[in-house]
């Protein structure tokens, strides 16, 4: 009891520093992912094309090459990145893949006959986007959207083999000064768990809140 | 001397790559393996009406759909030693990928397990065959082909996920990586390889998945 | 030939939850004999089938099986215990089942499907067991196509498969459920020939069915039945020609117009 007492205050910054990690990686990729998808949609064959590598390459490898590449590699060019530097631009550019991805399939979901109607009904394209599209694709995707926010949480434990002292990195550190195993483990899986399940809760309680989206049933 | 550019130093490190890509294979596929068993013996728990069995079972699918990969493989690999028992690097990476994968599969069947039509199991059960075979001879083969598609997919998933057990010792490819890194000081290069590695073995995957699946559909 | 029913149904019961669905049967079927259960739908029939080889485990009554008492064991004080699945397999033995939906297994080819119940649960060597399968697949004209998948048969076909199936296990009693209900029409003939020819071998059946014309040509006996209950049974001229109840002479008006109509 008076380990776990000493040691919480340690894990709850470290914890801090992991959300702080993933949310501006993800943060970044839902931004990178929009305009890959709007690349996608709109930009010609080529751009299609090429954001059709980039997710291809970015899906087809771990993540943990990635981090690597940014980290140790992109400073041959000149570009050098701290350590969280390098952890948050990683999962950006990883997440934006799935992002896209994501956006895709949220874009997929809006019958053809909706959009036949705001077309037959004289919207401008741009009005038919923000107000036809965006928001029935964002309520459908809400749900994989929060999932790829797990997923990138999950990743962001990668960061602790590049030192970043967030909540795997701390963990190690702390057993290696206390040879204490079992209640570091404990609060390391406590803590990740906690953290992805506040995620699934938050995205049930937001997906409750869209109207359109309640089902008879 | 000259430096070999840069197309041939590359090619150079391919042989020692490819060794490493031979043992990322190898435990990714014992993973996903071992995984597929565990899987179903967890769907059996998950869908068993005694709660003794089933909320365990749920319990243990939430923490490992819940923590990185990286965490589970940590715990196996370090929590035995310091109960005293030594894990090696290899045995506690395919145990952990294992334990993994098994969560996901549990869900993955869960999905093939529904859609065999109830008169096929009553067909065994009136023909006397044992739970067992049911299970292994009806539902079983009925469910890999149904899942296929997910089932490789989760193979891809773990084949990237499997990157990690460089950091407990298990020299795979991007421990590979890592060392051609470290020997010639050009990171960049190395860990691009080894990425191109890893999206050869994954496309391959995808692509063999394509074709098994075209194959069953024609039958 | 002894005189001792193959099946024997006493007082059987059935209920899911407060639903009642069957009230009480008594039935003996002989060696030989070839016994329909007709009826509107939600009587009881199927219920009562799939009692007979514990698919659907009675609550009440008595089912006997060549004398031996199915699914449960009476222990002291007459406290019955439902028997381990293994038991229930030795009671059933002699009894094989051909479904509605012909419930092929569809991984494997028609030869193996024929095949699997003789090789797992009879423990017959391989080779045994596909010359048996084949044997059964010739009798029912299906062995041209031993080595082709369920789905790419006819309905007809597969049900053929299905009795094919059933015959493998050289049954001494055979309960067949709706066989011909998932058939198109023009495919209900060949596999009630199937039945026809089975019959005149002396096969021993138990057939629920919908087809009131094939019940009267093929049937030694007609169990009429209603609201779980057997309500009228008897030879299927007596039946068909003079039933006694008004329940069953509204049942079976509608067919009587039909067959009389010119």
Same mark, same amino acid.
């Given at each position: 009891?008076?380990?776990?007492?000493?040691?919480?205050?340690?894990?709850?910054?470290?914890?801090?520093?992991?959300?702080?990690?993933?949310?501006?990686?993800?943060?970044?990729?839902?931004?990178?992912?929009?305009?890959?998808?709007?690349?996608?949609?709109?930009?010609?064959?080529?751009?299609?094309?090429?954001?059709? %590598?980039?997710?291809?390459?970015?899906?087809?490898?771990?993540?943990?090459?990635?981090?690597?590449?940014?980290?140790?590699?992109?400073? %041959?060019?000149?570009?050098?990145?701290?350590?969280?530097?390098?952890? %948050?631009?990683?999962?950006?550019?990883?997440?934006?893949?799935?992002?896209?991805?994501?956006?895709?399939?949220?874009?997929?979901?809006?019958?053809?006959?909706?959009?036949?109607?705001?077309?037959?009904?004289?919207?401008?394209?741009?009005?038919?986007?923000?107000?036809?599209?965006?928001?029935?694709?964002?309520?459908?995707?809400?749900?994989?959207?929060?999932?790829?926010?797990?997923?990138?949480?999950?990743?962001?434990?990668?960061?602790?083999?590049?030192?970043?002292?967030?909540?795997?990195?701390?963990?190690?550190?702390?057993?290696?000064?206390?040879?204490?195993?079992?209640?570091?483990?404990?609060?390391?899986?406590?803590?990740?768990?906690?953290?992805?399940?506040? %995620?699934?809760?938050?995205?049930?309680?937001?997906?409750?809140?869209?109207?359109?989206?309640?089902?008879?049933? | 001397?000259?430096?070999?550019?840069?197309?041939?130093?590359?090619?150079?490190?391919?042989?020692?790559?490819?060794?490493?890509?031979?043992?990322?294979?190898?435990?990714?596929?014992?993973?996903?393996?071992?995984?597929?068993?565990?899987?179903?013996?967890?769907?059996?728990?998950?869908?068993?009406?005694?709660?003794?069995?089933?909320?365990?079972?749920?319990?243990?699918?939430?923490?490992?759909?819940?923590?990185?990969?990286?965490?589970?493989?940590?715990?196996?690999?370090?929590?035995?030693?310091?109960?005293?028992?030594?894990?090696?690097?290899?045995?506690?990476?395919?145990?952990?990928?294992?334990?993994?994968?098994?969560?996901?599969?549990?869900?993955?069947?869960?999905?093939?397990?529904?859609?065999?039509?109830?008169?096929?199991?009553?067909?065994?059960?009136?023909?006397?065959?044992?739970?067992?075979?049911?299970?292994?001879?009806?539902?079983?083969?009925?469910?890999?082909?149904?899942?296929?598609?997910?089932?490789?997919?989760?193979?891809?998933?773990?084949?990237?996920?499997?990157?990690?057990?460089?950091?407990?010792?298990?020299?795979?490819?991007?421990?590979?990586?890592?060392?051609?890194?470290?020997?010639?000081?050009?990171?960049?290069?190395?860990?691009?390889?080894?990425?191109?590695?890893?999206?050869?073995?994954?496309?391959?995957?995808?692509?063999?998945?394509?074709?098994?699946?075209?194959?069953?559909?024609?039958? | 030939?002894?005189?001792?029913?193959?099946?024997?149904?006493?007082?059987?019961?059935?209920?899911?939850?407060?639903?009642?669905?069957?009230?009480?049967?008594?039935?003996?079927?002989?060696?030989?004999?070839?016994?329909?259960?007709?009826?509107?739908?939600?009587?009881?029939?199927?219920?009562?089938?799939?009692?007979?080889?514990?698919?659907?485990?009675?609550?009440?009554?008595?089912?006997?099986?060549?004398?031996?008492?199915?699914?449960?064991?009476?222990?002291?004080?007459?406290?019955?215990?439902?028997?381990?699945?293994?038991?229930?397999?030795?009671?059933?033995?002699?009894?094989?089942?051909?479904?509605?939906?012909?419930?092929?297994?569809?991984?494997?080819?028609?030869?193996?499907?024929?095949?699997?119940?003789?090789?797992?649960?009879?423990?017959?060597?391989?080779?045994?067991?596909?010359?048996?399968?084949?044997?059964?697949?010739?009798?029912?004209?299906?062995?041209?196509?031993?080595?082709?998948?369920?789905?790419?048969?006819?309905?007809?076909?597969?049900?053929?498969?299905?009795?094919?199936?059933?015959?493998?296990?050289?049954?001494?009693?055979?309960?067949?459920?709706?066989?011909?209900?998932?058939?198109?029409?023009?495919?209900?003939?060949?596999?009630?020939?199937?039945?026809?020819?089975?019959?005149?071998?002396?096969?021993?059946?138990?057939?629920?069915?919908?087809?009131?014309?094939?019940?009267?040509?093929?049937?030694?006996?007609?169990?009429?039945?209603?609201?779980?209950?057997?309500?009228?049974?008897?030879?299927?001229?007596?039946?068909?020609?003079?039933?006694?109840?008004?329940?069953?002479?509204?049942?079976?008006?509608?067919?009587?117009?039909?067959?009389?109509?010119?």
């Amino acid at each position: 009891m008076q380990e776990f007492l000493e040691l919480l205050p340690r894990f709850a910054v470290a914890a801090l520093l992991t959300l702080e990690l993933s949310l501006a990686g993800a943060a970044l990729g839902l931004a990178g992912g929009f305009l890959l998808h709007l690349f996608r949609l709109g930009g010609g064959r080529v751009f299609a094309l090429g954001c059709g %590598v980039y997710v291809w390459l970015l899906r087809g490898t771990p993540f943990l090459s990635q981090l690597f590449i940014v980290y140790f590699g992109l400073p %041959v060019l000149g570009l050098r990145l701290s350590a969280p530097e390098a952890t %948050v631009v990683s999962l950006a550019f990883y997440s934006a893949a799935y992002f896209s991805e994501i956006f895709r399939a949220g874009w997929a979901a809006i019958p053809r006959g909706q959009i036949e109607a705001a077309h037959a009904f004289g919207m401008t394209s741009r009005a038919r986007f923000c107000h036809i599209e965006l928001p029935q694709a964002l309520a459908f995707a809400l749900p994989l959207l929060a999932n790829q926010l797990i997923l990138v949480i999950k990743e962001s434990a990668v960061a602790s083999i590049i030192t970043v002292p967030e909540l795997t990195m701390t963990t190690s550190n702390i057993i290696a000064s206390t040879y204490s195993y079992v209640m570091p483990y404990a609060l390391l899986i406590a803590g990740y768990w906690l953290l992805t399940q506040s %995620v699934a809760w938050l995205a049930q309680q937001a997906a409750r809140r869209i109207p359109f989206l309640r089902t008879p049933s | 001397m000259d430096t070999p550019d840069l197309f041939t130093r590359c090619l150079g490190y391919l042989p020692a790559l490819l060794d490493g890509a031979l043992n990322t294979l190898w435990v990714a596929g014992v993973g996903v393996g071992c995984g597929f068993l565990a899987g179903i013996l967890l769907h059996r728990l998950l869908s068993s009406t005694n709660p003794w069995f089933s909320r365990p079972a749920r319990v243990y699918v939430s923490i490992i759909r819940g923590t990185p990969v990286l965490v589970q493989l940590l715990v196996c690999f370090y929590l035995p030693s310091a109960l005293g028992v030594e894990v090696p690097g290899l045995l506690a990476a395919t145990i952990g990928l294992s334990l993994n994968s098994a969560a996901y599969q549990s869900q993955i069947l869960g999905a093939g397990f529904a859609a065999i039509p109830r008169g096929q199991i009553e067909a065994a059960r009136t023909f006397n065959l044992s739970r067992s075979q049911t299970l292994w001879h009806v539902e079983v083969p009925q469910v890999l082909a149904l899942t296929l598609p997910a089932l490789v997919s989760e193979m891809i998933d773990v084949v990237k996920a499997s990157a990690v057990v460089s950091v407990i010792s298990v020299t795979d490819l991007m421990r590979v990586g890592q060392q051609l890194s470290s020997s010639t000081y050009r990171p960049l290069e190395v860990y691009s390889m080894a990425a191109l590695c890893y999206l050869a073995l994954t496309s391959l995957l995808s692509l063999a998945a394509w074709v098994c699946q075209r194959r069953l559909a024609r039958r | 030939m002894s005189t001792l029913p193959i099946l024997k149904l006493r007082a059987v019961g059935k209920s899911y939850g407060e639903n009642r669905v069957l009230k009480g049967i008594d039935l003996d079927v002989m060696r030989g004999e070839i016994v329909t259960l007709i009826g509107p739908s939600g009587s009881g029939k199927t219920t009562a089938l799939r009692c007979m080889n514990f698919l659907e485990a009675y609550d009440e009554g008595e089912i006997w099986i060549k004398g031996q008492l199915l699914g449960y064991s009476t222990g002291e004080q007459g406290r019955r215990t439902r028997d381990s699945e293994a038991a229930i397999a030795e009671v059933r033995r002699p009894v094989a089942m051909v479904f509605q939906q012909f419930n092929l297994w569809p991984h494997m080819s028609v030869l193996a499907n024929v095949a699997a119940p003789l090789i797992l649960a009879r423990r017959m060597a391989k080779d045994e067991a596909r010359r048996k399968a084949l044997a059964a697949l010739e009798r029912v004209g299906m062995a041209h196509k031993a080595e082709a998948y369920p789905a790419r048969l006819s309905g007809g076909q597969q049900q053929r498969v299905g009795i094919a199936r059933a015959l493998a296990v050289e049954p001494e009693l055979m309960l067949l459920d709706e066989p011909t209900s998932a058939l198109d029409p023009e495919l209900v003939e060949e596999v009630q020939g199937v039945i026809r020819s089975l019959a005149q071998d002396g096969m021993t059946m138990v057939m629920v069915t919908h087809e009131m014309g094939f019940a009267a040509k093929i049937s030694n006996r007609v169990v009429f039945m209603e609201g779980g209950l057997v309500v009228e049974s008897g030879p299927p001229g007596e039946l068909f020609g003079h039933s006694r109840t008004p329940r069953l002479q509204q049942f079976l008006k509608p067919w009587l117009e039909r067959s009389l109509a010119p």
